[in-house]
């Protein structure tokens, strides 16, 4: 079965600072990777997406993403922290079964960004 | 309009009472997800669309939850002698097509069941 393993539930870094979110996921085979974020009280915003092709992928508001096979990892990471980066982030996996994109979300990690 | 749009944005009810909750979707998208946010289960996909093809109902949780799709375009997820455990917030995506095509999602209804 897939699944995805968003380790910290809450991450803090200061304004300017690298922002690193990570996930782990598991899937029977090749999988489909997304990082979305949520701003309170909205839907899902999709920030980058992996499907199969090159394995470091950019996605908006400078965030980017490496798929790595051999950790079974898809770590999202920015640079340098804006304030309005603060949110709650989601990893996704989608192995296609019966050929469309059922996700399968992480828990959640939510991002504080403090001057 | 340009994005999913989900009606009503908040929804309060008696545990026992039937809703409706609505999503249009982006016009032109053929497939169609409903997922379910709530404190203790974080999202779960519910329910998917693609065109007339049968829909895939795996996630829904029970007998009482039943989605309908009219038209390929507008989708209503009823639920049927709510619970308080139906609590949550019932987003809805939509996609292009059924490929890799990301899901654009609404910003949700939030039901709460007294």
């Known amino acids: 079965a897939q699944s995805v393993t968003q380790l910290g539930s809450h991450v803090s870094v200061s304004e300017g600072a690298l922002v690193l979110l990570r996930c782990n996921y598991s899937?029977?085979?090749?999988?489909?990777l997304f990082w979305y974020v949520q701003y309170p009280n909205q839907g899902l915003q999709l920030l980058l997406k992996?499907?199969?092709?090159?394995?470091l992928v950019k996605g908006i508001n400078g965030f980017e993403a490496e798929f790595k096979k051999s950790e079974t990892s898809f770590h999202l990471t920015k640079p340098s922290a804006h304030m309005s980066d603060a949110a709650e982030y989601f990893c996704?996996?989608?192995?296609?079964?019966?050929?469309?994109?059922?996700?399968?979300f992480g828990a959640g990690t939510r991002l504080a960004v403090h001057p | 309009g340009a994005g999913v749009s989900q009606s009503p944005s908040n929804k309060v009810t008696e545990k026992g009472k039937d809703v409706e909750l609505r999503c249009d979707p982006i016009?032109?998208?053929?497939?169609l997800y409903w997922y379910r946010q709530s404190l203790g289960q974080g999202l779960e996909f519910l329910i998917y669309?693609?065109?007339?093809?049968?829909?895939?109902k795996s996630g829904l949780p029970s007998d009482r939850f039943s989605a309908e799709r009219t038209g390929g375009s507008v989708s209503t997820l009823t639920i049927q002698r709510t619970q308080q455990e139906d609590s949550a917030v019932y987003l809805c995506?939509?996609?292009?097509?059924?490929?890799?095509?990301?899901?654009?999602f609404g910003d949700g209804t939030r039901l709460s069941i007294l």
């Open positions: 669309f693609q065109g007339n093809s049968a829909p895939d």
């Open positions: 899937s029977s085979v090749p999988p489909y």
């Open positions: 996704a996996v989608s192995d296609r079964p019966g050929g469309y994109n059922k996700l399968i």
């Open positions: 016009s032109g998208h053929t497939a």
């Open positions: 992996y499907t199969s092709a090159a394995t």
């Open positions: 995506a939509s996609s292009f097509d059924s490929s890799n095509q990301p899901q654009h």
